[in-house]
Protein backbone atom coordinates (compact mmCIF):
# COMPACT_ATOMS: atom_id res chain seq x y z
CA UNK A 1 0.00 0.00 0.00
CA UNK A 2 1.29 3.48 -1.12
CA UNK A 3 -0.64 5.41 2.00
CA UNK A 4 -0.03 4.82 5.50
CA UNK A 5 -3.23 2.41 7.30
CA UNK A 6 -4.09 5.81 9.68
CA UNK A 7 -4.59 8.51 7.13
CA UNK A 8 -6.69 5.92 5.38
CA UNK A 9 -8.54 5.13 7.72
CA UNK A 10 -8.83 9.15 8.62
CA UNK A 11 -9.77 10.33 4.99
CA UNK A 12 -12.23 7.20 4.73
CA UNK A 13 -13.49 7.99 8.27
CA UNK A 14 -14.16 12.17 7.47
CA UNK A 15 -15.48 11.57 3.72
CA UNK A 16 -17.92 8.36 5.53
CA UNK A 17 -18.95 10.83 8.20
CA UNK A 18 -19.22 13.95 5.15
CA UNK A 19 -21.59 11.55 3.13
CA UNK A 20 -23.99 10.38 6.16
CA UNK A 21 -24.36 14.00 7.12
CA UNK A 22 -25.32 14.41 3.75
CA UNK A 23 -22.91 17.38 2.86
CA UNK A 24 -23.20 17.85 -0.46
CA UNK A 25 -19.40 19.70 -0.66
CA UNK A 26 -16.91 19.61 1.21
CA UNK A 27 -13.30 19.47 1.25
CA UNK A 28 -10.74 16.75 0.89
CA UNK A 29 -7.28 18.48 0.38
CA UNK A 30 -6.56 22.04 1.22
CA UNK A 31 -4.07 23.49 -1.32
CA UNK A 32 -1.81 26.39 0.60
CA UNK A 33 0.04 28.26 -1.02
CA UNK A 34 1.85 30.27 1.18
CA UNK A 35 4.06 32.32 -0.80
CA UNK A 36 4.46 32.20 -4.97
CA UNK A 37 8.48 32.80 -4.95
CA UNK A 38 10.63 30.09 -6.49
CA UNK A 39 13.89 28.96 -7.38
CA UNK A 40 13.09 27.32 -10.19
CA UNK A 41 11.05 28.99 -13.43
CA UNK A 42 9.61 25.33 -15.06
CA UNK A 43 8.37 25.81 -18.16
CA UNK A 44 4.63 26.72 -18.57
CA UNK A 45 4.30 27.43 -14.79
CA UNK A 46 1.72 30.11 -13.75
CA UNK A 47 1.72 29.65 -10.56
CA UNK A 48 5.21 32.25 -10.15
CA UNK A 49 3.93 34.95 -12.95
CA UNK A 50 3.65 37.90 -10.90
CA UNK A 51 5.24 41.05 -9.89
CA UNK A 52 8.27 41.24 -7.83
CA UNK A 53 6.40 42.75 -4.64
CA UNK A 54 3.78 39.81 -4.93
CA UNK A 55 6.39 37.29 -4.82
CA UNK A 56 7.63 38.52 -1.96
CA UNK A 57 4.70 38.38 -0.08
CA UNK A 58 3.85 35.47 2.70
CA UNK A 59 0.97 33.85 4.58
CA UNK A 60 1.87 33.73 8.34
CA UNK A 61 1.91 30.48 10.28
CA UNK A 62 -1.22 31.84 11.89
CA UNK A 63 -2.62 32.76 8.55
CA UNK A 64 -2.16 28.95 7.72
CA UNK A 65 -3.20 27.30 10.61
CA UNK A 66 -6.37 29.43 10.39
CA UNK A 67 -7.28 28.34 7.27
CA UNK A 68 -6.81 25.01 7.76
CA UNK A 69 -8.93 25.02 11.01
CA UNK A 70 -11.80 26.75 8.48
CA UNK A 71 -11.75 24.64 5.52
CA UNK A 72 -11.55 21.00 8.00
CA UNK A 73 -9.90 19.04 5.25
CA UNK A 74 -8.23 16.12 6.59
CA UNK A 75 -5.03 16.60 4.41
CA UNK A 76 -3.15 20.52 3.63
CA UNK A 77 -1.23 20.05 0.44
CA UNK A 78 1.83 23.03 0.34
CA UNK A 79 2.65 23.88 -2.80
CA UNK A 80 3.81 27.18 -4.04
CA UNK A 81 6.50 28.51 -5.74
CA UNK A 82 8.94 26.73 -3.42
CA UNK A 83 7.84 26.49 0.26
CA UNK A 84 11.07 25.41 1.43
CA UNK A 85 11.75 29.27 0.52
CA UNK A 86 9.35 30.36 3.69
CA UNK A 87 11.60 31.07 6.64
CA UNK A 88 8.90 30.12 8.85
CA UNK A 89 7.92 26.67 6.80
CA UNK A 90 8.87 24.42 9.72
CA UNK A 91 6.72 26.61 12.02
CA UNK A 92 3.72 26.13 9.67
CA UNK A 93 4.32 22.53 9.31
CA UNK A 94 4.31 22.23 13.09
CA UNK A 95 1.46 23.80 13.77
CA UNK A 96 -0.43 21.38 11.06
CA UNK A 97 0.97 18.14 12.67
CA UNK A 98 -0.32 19.26 16.02
CA UNK A 99 -3.67 19.60 14.29
CA UNK A 100 -3.08 16.16 12.69
CA UNK A 101 -3.26 17.21 9.13
CA UNK A 102 -1.57 14.62 6.75
CA UNK A 103 0.64 16.98 4.53
CA UNK A 104 1.99 17.08 1.19
CA UNK A 105 5.02 19.88 1.30
CA UNK A 106 5.31 19.47 -2.72
CA UNK A 107 9.15 21.08 -3.28
CA UNK A 108 11.47 20.77 -6.20
CA UNK A 109 13.84 19.57 -3.48
CA UNK A 110 16.75 22.17 -4.43
CA UNK A 111 16.62 23.44 -0.83
CA UNK A 112 15.59 19.88 0.60
CA UNK A 113 18.83 18.35 2.22
CA UNK A 114 20.28 21.83 3.53
CA UNK A 115 16.92 22.17 5.63
CA UNK A 116 15.90 18.85 6.84
CA UNK A 117 17.24 19.33 10.18
CA UNK A 118 14.22 21.99 10.95
CA UNK A 119 11.97 18.79 10.75
CA UNK A 120 10.68 16.15 12.33
CA UNK A 121 9.77 12.76 10.86
CA UNK A 122 6.34 12.55 11.18
CA UNK A 123 3.28 10.16 9.69
CA UNK A 124 1.67 13.27 9.02
CA UNK A 125 4.57 14.48 7.07
CA UNK A 126 4.92 13.77 3.37
CA UNK A 127 8.17 15.24 1.11
CA UNK A 128 5.95 15.36 -2.06
CA UNK A 129 8.82 15.77 -4.43
CA UNK A 130 8.30 17.56 -8.18
CA UNK A 131 9.96 15.19 -10.71
CA UNK A 132 8.90 15.25 -14.26
CA UNK A 133 10.42 12.63 -15.57
CA UNK A 134 13.82 11.03 -15.94
CA UNK A 135 16.87 13.33 -16.01
CA UNK A 136 16.74 14.67 -19.25
CA UNK A 137 13.16 15.11 -19.40
CA UNK A 138 12.93 16.70 -15.70
CA UNK A 139 15.71 18.86 -16.25
CA UNK A 140 14.16 19.97 -19.79
CA UNK A 141 10.70 20.74 -17.60
CA UNK A 142 12.41 22.83 -14.50
CA UNK A 143 15.03 24.16 -17.15
CA UNK A 144 17.97 23.56 -15.32
CA UNK A 145 20.53 20.89 -15.61
CA UNK A 146 21.66 19.47 -12.49
CA UNK A 147 18.44 19.49 -10.56
CA UNK A 148 17.41 15.61 -11.15
CA UNK A 149 20.22 14.67 -9.49
CA UNK A 150 19.86 17.14 -6.53
CA UNK A 151 16.70 15.49 -6.26
CA UNK A 152 17.72 12.28 -6.15
CA UNK A 153 19.95 12.79 -3.81
CA UNK A 154 17.52 14.87 -1.23
CA UNK A 155 14.94 12.26 -1.00
CA UNK A 156 17.94 9.23 -0.77
CA UNK A 157 18.60 11.79 2.49
CA UNK A 158 14.65 12.17 3.79
CA UNK A 159 14.37 8.51 3.09
CA UNK A 160 17.44 7.65 5.37
CA UNK A 161 16.19 10.29 8.16
CA UNK A 162 13.23 8.69 8.20
CA UNK A 163 10.63 11.01 6.47
CA UNK A 164 7.90 10.04 4.12
CA UNK A 165 8.77 10.50 0.69
CA UNK A 166 6.06 10.68 -2.51
CA UNK A 167 6.84 12.15 -6.18
CA UNK A 168 4.57 14.27 -7.84
CA UNK A 169 4.75 14.22 -11.73
CA UNK A 170 3.02 16.59 -14.39
CA UNK A 171 2.78 14.78 -17.93
CA UNK A 172 1.97 16.67 -21.40
CA UNK A 173 1.14 15.00 -24.73
CA UNK A 174 4.32 14.80 -25.81
CA UNK A 175 5.59 12.58 -23.07
CA UNK A 176 7.30 9.22 -23.93
CA UNK A 177 5.44 6.41 -22.30
CA UNK A 178 8.61 4.21 -22.64
CA UNK A 179 10.56 6.75 -21.20
CA UNK A 180 7.50 7.37 -18.14
CA UNK A 181 7.31 3.82 -17.40
CA UNK A 182 11.35 3.87 -17.13
CA UNK A 183 10.73 7.08 -14.34
CA UNK A 184 8.89 4.73 -12.34
CA UNK A 185 11.06 1.91 -12.06
CA UNK A 186 13.52 4.52 -11.04
CA UNK A 187 11.20 6.55 -8.47
CA UNK A 188 10.27 2.96 -6.94
CA UNK A 189 14.21 1.43 -6.79
CA UNK A 190 15.05 4.87 -4.83
CA UNK A 191 12.35 3.74 -2.64
CA UNK A 192 9.58 6.00 -2.57
CA UNK A 193 6.38 5.64 -0.99
CA UNK A 194 4.23 6.51 -3.63
CA UNK A 195 4.49 8.21 -6.87
CA UNK A 196 1.40 11.26 -7.81
CA UNK A 197 0.74 11.74 -11.46
CA UNK A 198 -1.34 14.51 -13.65
CA UNK A 199 -2.01 15.95 -16.78
CA UNK A 200 -0.40 19.04 -17.22
CA UNK A 201 -2.82 21.91 -17.88
CA UNK A 202 -3.49 24.31 -20.65
CA UNK A 203 -6.39 26.74 -21.28
CA UNK A 204 -6.62 28.10 -24.83
CA UNK A 205 -8.66 30.92 -25.02
CA UNK A 206 -10.05 29.49 -28.04
CA UNK A 207 -10.32 26.12 -27.39
CA UNK A 208 -10.46 23.39 -29.86
CA UNK A 209 -14.00 22.10 -28.83
CA UNK A 210 -14.21 19.20 -31.59
CA UNK A 211 -14.70 16.26 -29.42
CA UNK A 212 -12.09 17.70 -26.82
CA UNK A 213 -9.27 16.45 -28.86
CA UNK A 214 -6.90 17.53 -26.22
CA UNK A 215 -8.60 15.33 -23.61
CA UNK A 216 -8.39 12.39 -25.78
CA UNK A 217 -4.91 12.85 -26.69
CA UNK A 218 -4.40 13.05 -22.89
CA UNK A 219 -6.39 9.61 -22.46
CA UNK A 220 -4.32 7.94 -24.64
CA UNK A 221 -0.86 9.30 -23.74
CA UNK A 222 -1.87 7.52 -19.62
CA UNK A 223 -3.29 4.24 -21.57
CA UNK A 224 -0.15 3.69 -22.62
CA UNK A 225 1.57 4.96 -19.58
CA UNK A 226 -0.85 2.66 -17.21
CA UNK A 227 -2.01 -0.04 -19.14
CA UNK A 228 0.21 -3.47 -18.36
CA UNK A 229 0.92 -1.89 -14.43
CA UNK A 230 3.68 -3.11 -12.72
CA UNK A 231 2.99 -4.19 -9.17
CA UNK A 232 6.32 -2.77 -7.80
CA UNK A 233 4.82 0.87 -8.69
CA UNK A 234 2.83 2.63 -5.59
CA UNK A 235 0.54 5.52 -6.85
CA UNK A 236 -0.19 7.58 -4.07
CA UNK A 237 -3.67 8.25 -5.94
CA UNK A 238 -7.31 6.34 -5.88
CA UNK A 239 -6.94 3.56 -8.78
CA UNK A 240 -10.69 5.18 -9.72
CA UNK A 241 -8.65 8.48 -10.91
CA UNK A 242 -5.88 6.40 -12.92
CA UNK A 243 -8.60 4.41 -14.85
CA UNK A 244 -10.17 8.12 -15.43
CA UNK A 245 -6.97 9.68 -16.92
CA UNK A 246 -6.90 6.34 -18.71
CA UNK A 247 -10.37 7.32 -20.84
CA UNK A 248 -11.66 4.37 -18.47
CA UNK A 249 -14.05 6.35 -16.50
CA UNK A 250 -15.66 9.60 -16.92
CA UNK A 251 -15.98 11.98 -13.97
CA UNK A 252 -17.21 15.51 -13.68
CA UNK A 253 -14.92 17.82 -11.90
CA UNK A 254 -15.07 18.26 -7.76
CA UNK A 255 -13.61 21.91 -7.97
CA UNK A 256 -14.66 22.36 -3.99
CA UNK A 257 -12.31 19.21 -2.99
CA UNK A 258 -9.23 21.28 -3.04
CA UNK A 259 -9.50 24.41 -1.82
CA UNK A 260 -7.05 26.87 -2.44
CA UNK A 261 -6.35 29.97 0.24
CA UNK A 262 -3.14 31.83 -0.77
CA UNK A 263 -1.84 35.28 -0.05
CA UNK A 264 -5.01 36.55 -1.72
CA UNK A 265 -7.77 34.25 0.32
CA UNK A 266 -10.00 31.95 -0.70
CA UNK A 267 -9.70 31.37 -4.54
CA UNK A 268 -12.39 31.01 -7.04
CA UNK A 269 -13.27 28.53 -8.31
CA UNK A 270 -10.39 25.82 -8.01
CA UNK A 271 -6.40 25.28 -7.78
CA UNK A 272 -6.07 26.49 -11.29
CA UNK A 273 -8.41 29.00 -12.37
CA UNK A 274 -8.03 32.45 -10.43
CA UNK A 275 -11.65 34.47 -11.08
CA UNK A 276 -11.60 35.92 -8.01
CA UNK A 277 -11.04 35.91 -3.81
CA UNK A 278 -12.86 35.63 -0.91
CA UNK A 279 -12.11 36.13 2.83
CA UNK A 280 -13.32 33.00 4.45
CA UNK A 281 -14.17 29.45 3.17
CA UNK A 282 -17.85 29.47 3.76
CA UNK A 283 -17.88 32.52 1.52
CA UNK A 284 -15.81 30.66 -1.19
CA UNK A 285 -18.68 27.85 -0.81
CA UNK A 286 -21.73 30.08 -0.51
CA UNK A 287 -20.90 32.50 -3.30
CA UNK A 288 -19.04 30.24 -6.01
CA UNK A 289 -21.35 29.38 -9.00
CA UNK A 290 -19.75 25.85 -8.63
CA UNK A 291 -22.02 24.69 -11.87
CA UNK A 292 -20.61 26.89 -14.06
CA UNK A 293 -17.51 24.82 -13.82
CA UNK A 294 -16.19 21.28 -14.85
CA UNK A 295 -16.34 19.26 -18.15
CA UNK A 296 -18.77 20.49 -21.13
CA UNK A 297 -19.74 23.83 -18.36
CA UNK A 298 -16.85 25.78 -19.16
CA UNK A 299 -14.79 26.16 -22.33
CA UNK A 300 -11.90 26.70 -19.54
CA UNK A 301 -12.24 23.12 -18.19
CA UNK A 302 -12.58 21.56 -21.45
CA UNK A 303 -9.81 19.80 -21.38
CA UNK A 304 -8.60 19.76 -17.71
CA UNK A 305 -8.12 16.22 -16.28
CA UNK A 306 -6.46 17.59 -13.26
CA UNK A 307 -6.22 15.81 -10.04
CA UNK A 308 -7.00 18.65 -7.78
CA UNK A 309 -10.65 18.63 -9.56
CA UNK A 310 -10.43 15.00 -9.77
CA UNK A 311 -9.32 12.34 -7.40
CA UNK A 312 -12.08 13.99 -5.46
CA UNK A 313 -14.50 12.48 -7.48
CA UNK A 314 -12.65 9.67 -7.71
CA UNK A 315 -12.72 9.45 -4.01
CA UNK A 316 -16.08 10.40 -3.74
CA UNK A 317 -16.84 7.64 -6.02
CA UNK A 318 -14.94 4.93 -4.11
CA UNK A 319 -17.08 6.26 -0.73
CA UNK A 320 -20.26 6.67 -2.36
CA UNK A 321 -21.93 3.15 -3.11
CA UNK A 322 -20.49 -0.53 -2.39
CA UNK A 323 -19.82 -0.85 -5.69
CA UNK A 324 -17.85 2.29 -6.07
CA UNK A 325 -15.87 0.78 -2.90
CA UNK A 326 -15.84 -2.81 -4.92
CA UNK A 327 -14.66 -1.03 -8.11
CA UNK A 328 -11.72 0.39 -5.74
CA UNK A 329 -10.51 -2.37 -4.22
CA UNK A 330 -10.90 -4.97 -6.97
CA UNK A 331 -8.51 -2.24 -8.94
CA UNK A 332 -6.23 -1.72 -6.00
CA UNK A 333 -5.61 -5.55 -5.85
CA UNK A 334 -5.53 -6.04 -9.21
CA UNK A 335 -4.73 -2.97 -11.47
CA UNK A 336 -4.34 -5.08 -14.66
CA UNK A 337 -7.37 -7.15 -14.18
CA UNK A 338 -10.57 -6.54 -15.98
CA UNK B 1 3.67 20.77 -10.06
CA UNK B 2 3.45 22.97 -12.72
CA UNK B 3 0.69 24.83 -12.87
CA UNK B 4 0.08 26.31 -16.60
CA UNK B 5 -2.32 29.22 -17.03
CA UNK B 6 -3.79 30.93 -20.04
CA UNK B 7 -0.59 32.77 -20.94
CA UNK B 8 -1.21 35.62 -23.79
CA UNK B 9 0.75 35.91 -26.88
CA UNK B 10 3.54 38.66 -26.79
CA UNK B 11 1.40 40.19 -29.47
CA UNK B 12 -1.78 40.39 -26.96
CA UNK B 13 -0.10 41.59 -24.20
CA UNK B 14 -1.55 44.91 -22.77
CA UNK B 15 1.83 46.06 -21.53
CA UNK B 16 1.70 49.49 -22.42
CA UNK B 17 -1.70 50.47 -23.32
CA UNK B 18 -4.06 52.72 -21.37
CA UNK B 19 -7.54 52.89 -21.00
CA UNK B 20 -9.69 55.46 -20.32
CA UNK B 21 -12.91 54.08 -19.62
CA UNK B 22 -15.99 56.73 -21.02
CA UNK B 23 -18.55 54.23 -19.76
CA UNK B 24 -19.49 51.73 -16.93
CA UNK B 25 -19.47 48.79 -19.25
CA UNK B 26 -16.00 49.67 -20.29
CA UNK B 27 -14.73 50.53 -16.78
CA UNK B 28 -15.72 46.78 -15.89
CA UNK B 29 -13.76 45.29 -18.66
CA UNK B 30 -11.13 47.48 -18.39
CA UNK B 31 -10.82 46.28 -14.44
CA UNK B 32 -11.38 42.79 -15.44
CA UNK B 33 -8.12 43.21 -17.99
CA UNK B 34 -6.27 44.51 -15.15
CA UNK B 35 -7.19 41.98 -12.81
CA UNK B 36 -6.08 39.26 -15.59
CA UNK B 37 -2.68 41.02 -16.35
CA UNK B 38 0.37 40.09 -14.63
CA UNK B 39 1.57 43.21 -13.98
CA UNK B 40 1.46 45.66 -11.95
CA UNK B 41 -0.96 48.71 -13.24
CA UNK B 42 -1.33 51.98 -12.90
CA UNK B 43 -4.95 53.72 -11.65
CA UNK B 44 -5.74 57.48 -12.10
CA UNK B 45 -8.48 57.96 -9.62
CA UNK B 46 -10.91 60.74 -9.35
CA UNK B 47 -9.41 62.51 -6.83
CA UNK B 48 -6.36 63.38 -8.96
CA UNK B 49 -4.42 60.58 -6.98
CA UNK B 50 -2.59 58.02 -8.72
CA UNK B 51 -1.16 54.08 -7.36
CA UNK B 52 0.05 51.53 -9.03
CA UNK B 53 0.46 48.12 -8.23
CA UNK B 54 -0.93 44.33 -9.01
CA UNK B 55 -4.62 44.26 -8.83
CA UNK B 56 -5.44 41.01 -6.77
CA UNK B 57 -9.46 40.55 -6.71
CA UNK B 58 -12.32 42.68 -7.78
CA UNK B 59 -16.27 42.31 -7.11
CA UNK B 60 -18.12 43.89 -9.77
CA UNK B 61 -21.29 42.69 -8.24
CA UNK B 62 -21.08 43.98 -5.34
CA UNK B 63 -23.94 46.88 -4.04
CA UNK B 64 -20.50 49.28 -4.61
CA UNK B 65 -18.25 47.90 -7.23
CA UNK B 66 -14.72 47.82 -6.06
CA UNK B 67 -11.26 45.86 -6.71
CA UNK B 68 -8.68 45.28 -3.92
CA UNK B 69 -4.90 46.18 -5.01
CA UNK B 70 -1.45 45.47 -3.63
CA UNK B 71 0.24 48.97 -3.74
CA UNK B 72 3.75 48.27 -5.33
CA UNK B 73 5.77 50.48 -2.77
CA UNK B 74 3.61 50.23 0.26
CA UNK B 75 2.50 47.49 2.51
CA UNK B 76 -0.91 46.65 2.99
CA UNK B 77 -4.05 46.25 0.49
CA UNK B 78 -5.87 49.32 -0.83
CA UNK B 79 -9.98 49.22 -1.62
CA UNK B 80 -10.83 51.17 -4.36
CA UNK B 81 -14.15 51.83 -5.85
CA UNK B 82 -15.17 51.13 -10.05
CA UNK B 83 -16.49 54.40 -9.40
CA UNK B 84 -13.42 56.46 -8.53
CA UNK B 85 -11.55 55.02 -11.39
CA UNK B 86 -10.83 57.24 -14.18
CA UNK B 87 -7.92 55.72 -16.04
CA UNK B 88 -5.89 52.13 -16.22
CA UNK B 89 -2.26 52.30 -17.39
CA UNK B 90 -0.68 48.62 -18.25
CA UNK B 91 2.68 49.79 -16.55
CA UNK B 92 4.28 47.11 -15.24
CA UNK B 93 6.05 44.02 -16.62
CA UNK B 94 3.69 41.22 -17.99
CA UNK B 95 5.39 38.65 -16.59
CA UNK B 96 2.89 35.96 -18.00
CA UNK B 97 3.71 37.25 -21.51
CA UNK B 98 4.99 34.43 -23.90
CA UNK B 99 5.37 32.27 -20.74
CA UNK B 100 3.23 29.15 -22.05
CA UNK B 101 4.51 25.67 -22.21
CA UNK B 102 3.23 26.10 -25.81
CA UNK B 103 5.42 29.17 -26.19
CA UNK B 104 8.23 27.82 -24.35
CA UNK B 105 8.50 24.67 -26.85
CA UNK B 106 8.49 26.87 -29.39
CA UNK B 107 11.12 29.19 -28.51
CA UNK B 108 14.98 28.38 -29.78
CA UNK B 109 16.61 26.44 -27.52
CA UNK B 110 19.31 29.38 -26.72
CA UNK B 111 16.52 31.66 -25.78
CA UNK B 112 15.45 28.67 -23.48
CA UNK B 113 18.48 28.53 -21.52
CA UNK B 114 19.24 32.46 -21.58
CA UNK B 115 15.72 32.62 -19.72
CA UNK B 116 16.25 29.81 -17.38
CA UNK B 117 20.05 31.12 -16.45
CA UNK B 118 18.25 34.70 -15.64
CA UNK B 119 16.02 33.63 -13.36
CA UNK B 120 18.77 31.16 -11.93
CA UNK B 121 21.25 33.97 -11.40
CA UNK B 122 17.63 35.80 -9.72
CA UNK B 123 17.17 33.01 -7.76
CA UNK B 124 20.96 32.88 -6.43
CA UNK B 125 21.40 36.48 -5.55
CA UNK B 126 18.46 36.08 -2.80
CA UNK B 127 20.12 32.87 -1.43
CA UNK B 128 16.95 31.20 -2.78
CA UNK B 129 19.49 28.15 -4.41
Known sequence: MAVPVSQMYTVASYVLAQKMRRVKRYPLVLMLEPLFRCNLACAGCGKIQYPDHILDKRLTPEQCWTAADECGAPMVSIPG??????????????????RRK??????????????LDEYTPSKYLTFSIHMDGLQEEHDHAVCRDGVYDVAVKAIQAALKRGFRVTTNTTLFDDADPRRVRAFFDSMMQLGVEGMMISPGYSYQKAPDQKNFLKRGRTQQLFARILEDRKRSWRFNQSPLFLDFL????????TPWGNPTYNIFGWQKPCYLLQEGYVKTFQELLESTNWDGYGTGRNEKCADCMVHCGYEPSAVSDTFGSWSGFGRTVRLTLTPNGR | MTTPHHFPSDSDSLEGRVFRPATVLELREAVEQ???YRGDVLLELSSGKRVEGYVSNRDAQAVEPFLEMFPKDEPGIHIIRFADITAISFTGKDT?????????VMKKEA?????????????????HL
Not at chain 2, 120 to 126: E, L, V
Open chain 2, 111 to 127: QRWAEAEQASNDARARG
Open chain 1, 246 to 253: MGKREYQC
Open chain 2, 96 to 104: ASGKSWEAW
Open chain 2, 34 to 36: AFD
Open chain 1, 81 to 98: GEPLIHPEMAEIVRGLVQ
Open chain 1, 102 to 115: YIYLCTNAILLERK
